[in-house]
Antibody
Framework: QVQLVQSGAEVKKPGASVKVSCKAS????????IHWVRQAPGQGLEWMGIINPSGGSTNYAQKFQGRVTMTRDTSTSTVYMELSSLRSEDTAVYYC?????????????WGQGTLVTVSS | EIVMTQSPATLSVSPGERATLSCRAR??????LAWYQQKPGQAPRLLIY???TRATGIPARFSGSGSGTEFTLTISSLQSEDFAVYYCQQYNNWPLTFGGGTKVEIK
């Protein structure tokens, strides 16, 4: 079955970076774009960006430009999201999510989420 | 960016009753709207895309309607497993944006 499995929870200090992984299985990795969405505690969902697993091209939300980097490794069917210069407001659950096509950006499969806690 | 506004923030409903959730876009998103259900400690689950198409495996009691700027998610007869938070999401324009959510709680 189609699955996205994310790496485990992280605790980071302000100013540090975090890299979260998302391993895909059950489908052809390069056929479907992957997005990252985050959710602060008790809050709603916030879109961060998208990566094309085939060519590696990305598109980031303006809010995260300069601080986020999304990459992929086709040999392991894994995408990564790295967020730098962490601050307390970045404490959130980070999700990867798959879309069916580049045009239809609704998320049919989600990872289980990775809690990133930023605290001194 | 397109701001999505959901109402009400909380909806108290008795099991078996009908629930109607609203999502409004500040500008037209045509029919490029999806609905998700999220339970505590879980990832969101896709319910509806294209404003009115149920995702695979979603029960028929969930229905979506609307286009342009006004959308509705209706749950015809609430079951115990339907008490959750519901989000709408537009994918007509970048950046993708979500509504603030509607919590459906037991009355």
């Amino acid at each position: 079955q189609v699955q996205l499995v994310q790496s485990g929870a992280e605790v980071k200090k302000p100013g540090a970076s975090v890299k979260v992984s998302c391993k895909a299985s059950g489908y052809t990795f390069t056929y479907h774009y992957i997005h990252w969405v985050r959710q602060a505690p008790g809050q709603g969902l916030e879109w961060m960006g998208i990566i094309n697993p085939s060519g590696g091209s990305t598109n980031y939300a303006q809010k995260f430009q300069g601080r986020v980097t999304m990459t992929r490794d086709t040999s392991t069917s894994t995408v990564y999201m790295e967020l730098s210069s962490l601050r307390s407001e970045d404490t959130a659950v980070y999700y990867c999510a798959r879309v069916i096509t580049m045009r239809d950006n609704w998320f049919d499969t989600w990872g289980q989420g990775t809690l990133v806690t930023v605290s001194s | 960016e397109i701001v999505m506004t959901q109402s009400p923030a909380t909806l108290s409903v008795s099991p078996g009753e009908r629930a109607t959730l609203s999502c409004r876009a500040r500008q037209s998103v045509t029919s490029n709207l999806a609905w998700y259900q999220q339970k505590p400690g879980q990832a969101p689950r896709l319910l509806i895309y294209g404003a009115s198409t149920r995702a695979t495996g979603i029960p028929a009691r969930f229905s979506g309607s609307g286009s342009g700027t006004e959308f509705t998610l209706t749950i015809s007869s609430l079951q115990s497993e339907d008490f959750a938070v519901y989000y709408c999401q537009q994918y007509n324009n970048w950046p993708l944006t979500f509504g603030g959510g509607t919590k459906v709680e037991i009355k």
